[in-house]
């Protein structure tokens, strides 16, 4: 008999996150509570590690354990992603959990766990790995929506994630079954040389029945309108480190995860998946920017906002799908296909510095007892905390697409890549959608610039420099790449040519 | 070119600082940065007038076409002038109006982040960078306007500037991709030679009204006109540069520079005009309506803007020399005008026509200022204003269709700027010497040069017309034309049609001005602006909008969790099902007779046990049942053939039961939350999810299987495992790592489980 063969190169990033967070839960025993914030220096120390062997691997392309893990650098962008999330998410923690009294070891560690579980689904090469990948994400997801224990909200918010989670993972694998239990292969390559040989037979309308269960599935994990109830209740009752950290890797995986297997393995099956990926697109885009407006809270508004800015990924996605069917002179559309997909891989790099640097603004506001996450606590913000006030301004207005910043890259290419593949009505929505988005972006800072608070006026709190940290990187390179996107997008581009290749 | 736009941007990252340590230096060096560009811009204008164009390009994002490219030519030239020129006099003015404020070195920043991305707008060649300085002209506008916010009325303002100005610039966005879409490039001198293509592209429409929202938003066109004079708000050298000088002409800027490349069809041309025709003529009226002397002007620019557009679209000759000499025109003596409301406004306090009184003797270079400006306005001689209406005279009557109907409004118009002008530049200076509350010391040097500037400039070109008509007019008549034109102009054509017009007006406007209060409560009485108008529509949609929210989170964002597994379950059972019916002929409907007694006893035990999980009143009986249902699904496995996989949900479910049993029983019983239309409808949904799997399950069956791994098991297990037991092989051999796997979860659960046990031991912690 023999061993699968066990390649170690492929998995480098993922191995030193697993070591860490083991040695994060291992060190966590042996410190007094007040030392706690020694394990967000490890776990900071092992993720920066994590970052330089994810870069020193990335031109990587094979395929390892028995074709269940792709290291590609597709895989490897997506894990920058989750890195540089993961830590900034550690570093807006020790002050929150100070102070709302939150035990920090298992935080740290379930933080690195949930990081190796989306690296593993981004890697995964096969149904199975990627489920794997999906279930260690949310299953740690679940546990840290509850961490505030005193908190009754934190703890629904945990129970209605658990309930509607399993849900979604029993409706994927039961798509995936159907899968497995047509092709008889879990191996992504495998069925998809499978669909290129029985296109047009009985089997492929059966595989779509599957593919609609797998894409509802998803639709819950990028929180996609009607799949995206939890999404609000659930980041206002989490720690908001976790909120941030939430908000950005597990729909950035799921988005991965899409891409990957829609774009390389359901290519025959465009036709279909547009057609529902439009549908809910639309759904999510209208739906999510509108009931933003009526949030006073600022978390809720942004789980809103989240929401809409997977309708606009969607966007991406479905110009990307077209995009195969495009051809000119007779000849695929290459570069058609692989710059729609670089658009949502920019879009999503960017929308993970600014939605964390968002929350983090949230989270240096908070104070003991109070939050302050309602919209009235940031009146005058700018004349009590100018910096601050600027850095959020910054991060809002690139969430909101305006020019200079990353965000506007993000958006820029989305939308280029849906007219230049003529999906023209979407595109128009989206542009109407981010007008109404505006309105509710500005509204904060109309609200710290020139609104006076009322009431009494509460000093603000001493903001612990690691938050701030997190803030002002995020920001920084919110406007780096806002000026100068060249890097990711050359990235983005070297990674899809591999793996269209 | 570069430079002349970075500058700025770098400078005002300086200013703040500067303005801490160095603060009355601050003042001179801001002044001198627009005061050098506007030299190095008028040196420029005599290659340009012989032909030249200038350009530089700077790779930014080239692998997608986005590049900072910069073109010079007469248009561009002419604004960036304007842009230079009166930004140096804004400058200066701004450190007499603001003297002692404490942000004033924000104020300075922000001022000139606003000037640089104004050059970059109308230096750039690239339509994407061009959008981008337009989208930053709107952000740096928008602290301007806020700068002064003690009062909400400065925020509402800001925000609504903001807001109408953001919706024009996504408008933009989306219209420059597609343009570069149908051009193939995103460089506008590349997208004039492909003109040809664009107008039969089928995104021409499209194209063509995209940029117009974006034009008539930004230049403040009706129905959009309502944001500038509330942006009146701004302090007065905002008001000057941005919603008199500059900003508002870059959508006038937009069109002239696009309609080389969309021009010429009717869309075009035919909605230009009349929009611009209505905008002219709503504003000349509104501005009578007023009696605050900055709205009075905020209208009155709404106006000219109007005049300009309309000139525009008619795109001939006669109407592009009109249109660029009375963009030049309006920019000297309306900004003029503008800086002397601020000062009226700075040293008494009232803003209210109606209340200024005798003014001139108190401040009488200004009023000398004003008075050149307002004849200007006014369209007198020898003032470059006069020329500016023969030209528009000129242009109406010469123009393609409806030259009298268009004749007619501008004479109407015209008329009613004049009683504005007199209004404005004539009321508040003459007539009883109305008292100061405070002692008066004179107004400040820096705050009078900038209206004797302009004013003495209006007169100076009107007398000799040709110092600006070679050199910048022509040049940017001919960007605009795309073709070489030379132009002579001249105060006095002889007795001529437009003469007349002229005279005419100013006789209708000086009867106008005498009678102004007669005609500001007619004006009045007509109103239905502020019941019907866009203004209104603004604030309606606004509401709408919030109220449309509210009601979509009262429907969708329940918090009930169990609304949301039913949409949830909903929404997939439509999605599923609907692909499902459309291949129904999928589903196998025959075999029942195959099903053995067994096998449909199994099937009955699991259904009556559900029953029974749902029904049950106490937990224990759900629990229990729930093994009952894990344990036939075993034994169905078996009934299969997968003995491996039954013994695993054998020893699962024996687990499940135990942890339930011993979470649940600390629980209290079950209560009752749900009524009975609440449980129908639950009914009713499990009853369709059932019904889906029910049909997936029979599609799926139709398929044949791929592979028989039961018989490779059955033949290999003792030739390669050496074991006669099938079952025993697959667990321990074939399986061997599956088996590890569930030995370990099961250890983990058994710790679990003992740690449960030792906690109901110790009783206390709930």
Known sequence: MELPVVDFTAVYPEVVVTLVGLLVLAVDVFLKPERKTVLAVIALLGLFLALLVTLAYYPLDEVAFSGMVAADSFSQFFKLIFILSAAFSILMSPRYLQIFNINAGEYYELIMFCTLGMMVMVAGNDLVTIYIGL?????????????????????????????????????????????????????????????????????????????????????????????????????????????????????????????????????????DWTQLFWILSVLTMVVGNVIAVAQQNIKRMLAYSSISHAGYLLIGVISAGTATEIKINGLPATSLVSESMMSVMVYLFAYMFMNLGAFAVVIALAKAGNPRELLQDYAGLARRKPFTAMLMTILLLSLLGFPGTFGFIGKFYIFKAAITTGNVTIAVIGVIMSVVAAFYYIRVIVYMYMREPEGEILPEADFASSTMYAVITTTVFTLLFGVAPGFIIAMARYSIEQMLA | ??????????????????????????????????????????????????????????????????????????????????????????????????????????????????????????????????????????????????????????????????????????????????LGEAGGSFELSQLLREREAIRSHRFYVPIVVLIMVAAFT????????????????????????????????????????????????RIWQGTIVVVGAITMLIGACLAIKETDIKRILAYSTVSILGVLTFLLGLGTRAAVEAAVAYLFIHALYKAGLFLVAGIIDHETGIRDVTRLSGLARIMP???????????????????????????????????????????????????????????????????????????????????TAGPVVLAGLGLLIGLLPNLVAGRIVSSAVGAVLAQPAAIKLALLHGL????????????????????????????????????????????????????????????????????????????????????????????RLEGWADIRFYEFLTALVIVAATIVIVRASSRLFSVVALGVVGYSMGII??????????????????????????????????????????????????????????????????????????????????????????????????RAFDTLGEITVLAVAAIGVYSLMKLRGNGSDG
Do not use: C
């Open chain 1, 135 to 271: 279930e260690l994400m949310a299953i740690s997801i679940y546990l840290m929506a509850g961490f505030q224990r005193d908190n009754p909200r934190s703890s629904e918010a945990s129970m209605k994630y658990f309930l509607l989670g399993s849900f979604a993972s029993a409706i994927l694998l039961y798509g995936m079954s159907f899968f497995y239990g047509i092709t008889g292969k879990t191996n992504l390559e495998e069925i998809a040389r499978y669909l290129d040989f029985t296109q047009n037979m009985l089997n492929t309308k059966l595989i779509t029945l599957s593919l609609v269960l797998m894409t509802v599935a998803f639709a819950f994990k990028i929180a996609a309108v009607p799949f995206h109830m939890w999404t609000p209740d659930v980041y206002e009752g989490a720690p908001t480190p976790l909120t941030a950290f939430m908000s950005v890797g597990p729909k950035v995986a799921a988005f991965a995860v899409i891409l990957r297997v829609y774009m390389t393995t359901f290519h025959t099956l465009v036709p």
């Open chain 2, 1 to 178: 070119m570069l430079i002349a736009v970075v500058s700025g941007f770098v400078f005002s990252l300086a200013v703040p600082l500067l303005h801490r340590t160095v603060r009355n230096v601050t003042d001179w060096l801001v002044v001198l940065l627009p005061f050098s560009l506007f030299i190095y811009f008028s040196f420029l204008t005599q290659p340009i007038a012989a032909g030249g164009v200038l350009s530089s390009s700077h790779a930014w994002a080239p692998s997608v076409g986005v590049n900072l490219s910069f073109v010079l030519d007469g248009l561009s030239l002419l604004f960036a002038i304007l842009i230079s020129g009166i930004g140096a006099l804004v400058f200066l003015y701004s450190s007499g109006y603001f003297k002692g404020h404490s942000g004033l070195g924000r104020f300075y920043a922000y001022l000139l982040i606003f000037m640089a991305s104004m050059l970059g707008l109308v230096l750039s060649d690239n339509v994407i960078a061009l959008f981008i300085f337009w989208e930053l002209t709107s952000l740096s506008s928008y602290l301007l306007i806020g700068f002064d916010h003690e009062r909400s009325s400065a925020r509402s303002a800001a925000r609504q500037a903001l807001l109408v100005t953001s919706v024009g610039g996504l408008a933009l966005l989306a219209g420059l991709l597609l």
């Open chain 2, 218 to 265: 930004k230049s403040a066109q009706f129905p959009f006109h309502f944001w500038l004079p509330n942006a009146m708000e701004a302090p007065a050298p905002v008001s000057t540069y941005l919603h008199s000088a500059t900003m508002v002409k870059a959508g006038i800027y937009l069109l002239a520079r696009l309609s080389p490349v969309l021009g010429g069809a």
């Open chain 2, 365 to 447: 270079v200004t009023a000398l200022a004003a008075a050149v400006a307002g004849l200007s306005m006014a369209g007198l001689p020898p003032l470059f204003g006069f020329i500016g209406k023969e030209l528009l005279y000129t242009a109406t009557l010469q123009a393609p269709l409806a030259n009298s109907i268009l004749t007619a409004a501008v004479l109407l118009t015209s008329a009613l700027l004049v009683a504005v002008a007199g209004i404005v530049s004539l009321g508040p200076f003459i007539g009883r010497t109305m008292t100061l509350s405070e002692k008066h010391g004179g107004v400040p040097l820096t705050m």
């Open chain 2, 496 to 587: 001529t049609v437009q003469l007349g017009l002229s005279g005419l007006t100013f006789a209708l406007g000086v009867t106008a001005y005498l009678r102004r209060d007669a005609l500001r409560r007619a004006v009045s009485r007509f109103d239905l602006g502020t019941a019907l108008g866009p203004a209104k529509g603004y604030s309606l949609t606004l509401d709408g909008m919030t109220a449309l929210a509210r009601l979509q989170t009262r429907i969708l964002q329940s918090g009930h969790l169990h609304i949301y597994l039913f949409i949830i379950l909903a929404v997939t059972v439509g999605l599923v099902g609907s692909w499902l019916v459309r291949y129904y002929g999928l589903m």
């Open chain 2, 637 to 734: 496995y078996i009934i299969f053939g997968a003995p491996d996989l039954a013994m695993t949900q054998f020893s699962i479910d024996t687990l499940t039961v135990i942890l339930l049993l011993l979470v649940l029983y600390r629980l209290p019983r079950y209560a009752r939350y749900s009524t009975t239309l609440e449980r129908l409808r639950d009914a009713a949904i499990a009853l369709a999810v059932g019904v889906l799997v029910t049909g997936l399950t029979l599609a799926a069956t139709a398929v044949p299987p791929i592979s028989q791994i039961s018989s490779y098991f059955a033949e290999n297990s003792y030739l390669l495992a050496k074991g006669r037991n099938v079952v025993n092989v697959i667990l321990v051999d074939f």
